[in-house]
């Protein structure tokens, strides 16, 4: 089974700086990545996904991540985060075979201060 | 196209105590899915079908029971209430495009507490 990792539980941020959010996993084989958004009170909402061709990867709202198979990673960049981003943020996996049972990170809150 | 709905959105339960809670999705879609979400622990997947009539257990199906007799719904039952399963229940479905993978599309939960 595989499991999933996200190094940050809490960042903490001030307006306009750049976010960055580690995703680790755990895997031998080929696999499809997601990060999740959970703001506060809402359901969770899919910021962008990577399941072929060009490791980096654009979502919504100005997020992209970028898999990197040699470090098993799968990192969320932000370049200018506004306050609208405090969320909890949530990496997962799933093998491309079988690819319908999702691992998730613990998550990560990130809390930007306005 | 209301997504995936769950019912009801708050309850509170006595040790012991029954409850189902519903889950309903109007995209057609074959897979169904039901997690808890408890903090900093990530959302954990308790039973999930991959079509009407099939459903297995995920990673922590103990003390929960599902049916899937319809496409649309998949309801989840608790049949003896315990402090622990006090949590946020989460429901999701999806559909694979072959090529593009399978996205999942979750409810608004349902939050659940157990006295």
């Known amino acids: 089974a595989q499991s999933v990792s996200q190094h940050n539980h809490h960042v903490i941020l001030s307006e306009a700086a750049s976010l960055e959010l580690g995703c680790n996993y755990s895997?031998?084989?080929?696999?499809?990545l997601f990060w999740y958004v959970q703001y506060p009170g809402q359901h969770l909402q899919l910021l962008l996904k990577y399941f072929s061709g060009d490791p980096l990867v654009k979502g919504i709202k100005g997020f992209e991540a970028e898999f990197i198979k040699s470090k098993f990673s799968f990192n969320l960049r932000k370049p200018s985060v506004q306050w609208s981003d405090t969320a909890e943020y949530f990496c997962a996996v799933t093998p491309s075979i079988n690819d319908y049972k999702l691992s998730f990170g613990a998550g990560t809150t990130v809390t930007v201060r306005a | 196209n209301a997504g995936v709905t769950q019912t009801p959105k708050f309850r509170i339960l006595k040790i012991g105590q029954s409850m189902t809670l519903q889950c309903t999705q109007d995209?057609?879609?074959?897979?169904m899915y039901w997690y808890r979400q408890d903090p900093g622990m990530g959302l954990k997947l308790i039973y999930y079908?991959?079509?009407?009539?099939?459903?297995d257990k995920g990673e922590v199906p103990n003390g929960y029971n599902v049916s899937r007799s319809t496409t649309e719904d998949f309801p989840l039952r608790l049949e003896l209430a315990a402090p622990s399963q006090t949590s946020v229940y989460f429901c999701?479905?999806?559909?694979?495009?072959?090529?593009?993978?399978?996205?999942?599309?979750f409810g608004p939960g349902t939050r659940l507490t157990v006295l």
């Open positions: 995209m057609n879609h074959n897979y």
């Open positions: 895997y031998g084989g080929t696999v499809n």
């Open positions: 999701a479905s999806s559909y694979s495009t072959g090529t593009s993978g399978h996205e999942q599309f």
């Open positions: 079908s991959v079509g009407a009539g099939i459903t």
